[in-house]
């Protein structure tokens, strides 16, 4: 059983108290019977009456306290240091491990004392450790992916300017058009990037109104349409109405991440579903492809930041959709949820929110 370190301390203090009048009370009986035995046979050859005898006791008292205190103190002090090592031990370790993560080094732990309080501080101080470190893993991650984003349209972009500084080719339409299609790529970076930001820190701006949330997938299947035909890949719409209270506006990014999703992971002959309804308190729209699937031991990772599947087909994502997604749902006061049977078993995702008048 763990001890407190209230009970520890006190039980210390009462230690050393009671070793310090141990001490006093053996150098009083060890001086003050020394002491009188040699007085004594003084007062016996003597003849000394018992009121002189007690004179003399009276002037041997003092020595003997001032000795016994001397001693007492010493004992006592001793013994303080020891107890307060056996307690102050477990703190230095602690007082280290703080100095280590406030150094940036969330690599070792701290041992777990047997005290509650100071295990708990210690528990406390390598959760906080684990939490800094995956965090400074996030923000490493964080800037590779967004380098490894920016250097291919910044290489596409400046070797076109290059090539037109240089004449080698000739201006002209689809020069053109190629800087400003990775001139947009950096500019929808920036902008998820923010979205996603804001949406973590709860800061995003919302328009609320009573939607139709089947109608908002209806109108981002129809716009993304044209991709779906180009992959080779069947688009379908079904399901009723889906009445909410939301922004029309985010909750089509959410669908646009979700059916652009299924997109980036089917391939041509595949098919991707988008049924939406309503039950008794929720209104939902699902995305189900019959595409790559997610293995069991990924489905708990698929919304982490810059988190991809293997074997996309779409190696250019930038892994921060689905987390935008769910960060848009939850700031609807909804949820976001994926099932899959496994690999090569197609994925469903689904949206549900607080029906109109629920929220």
Known sequence: MKSTLRRRLLASHFAVALVGVAALIGAGLVVGGTLLNRQGGMMRGSGMRVDDARDVVADLLPGVLIVGGAAALVVATVAAVLVTRTIMGPLGSIQAASRRVANGDYTQSVPTPRDEELAAVAHDINALSQRLAETEARRTRLIDEVAHEMRTPLTTIKGSMEALLDEVVA????????????????????????????????????????????????????????????????????????????????LAQVVINLVGNALGHTHAGDTVTVTSGIDATT???SVTDTGQGIAEDELGRIFERFYRVPDASTPGG????????????????GTLTVESQGPGHGATFTMRLPASGQR
Not at 203 to 224: N, P, Q, Y
Not at 230 to 235: D, I, K, Q, R
Not at 318 to 333: F, P
Request: proline content about 4%; some cysteine.
């Open 283 to 285: 209104s939902w729209v």
């Open 171 to 250: 201006p002209g339409p689809e020069v053109y058009a190629r800087v400003a299609d990775e001139a947009s790529r950096l500019q929808r970076l920036a902008e998820d990037l923010s979205t996603l930001s804001r949406a973590e820190e709860h800061t995003l701006s919302m328009e609320w109104s009573s939607i139709d949330a089947a109608d908002v997938a209806s109108e981002v299947c129809e716009r993304m349409r044209p991709q779906f035909e180009h992959a080779g890949v069947a688009l379908l719409v079904e399901g009723s109405n889906a009445p909410v209270k939301g922004d029309a506006h985010r």
């Open 318 to 333: 930038r892994g921060i959709g689905l987390t935008i997604a769910r960060s848009l749902v939850e700031a609807h006061g």
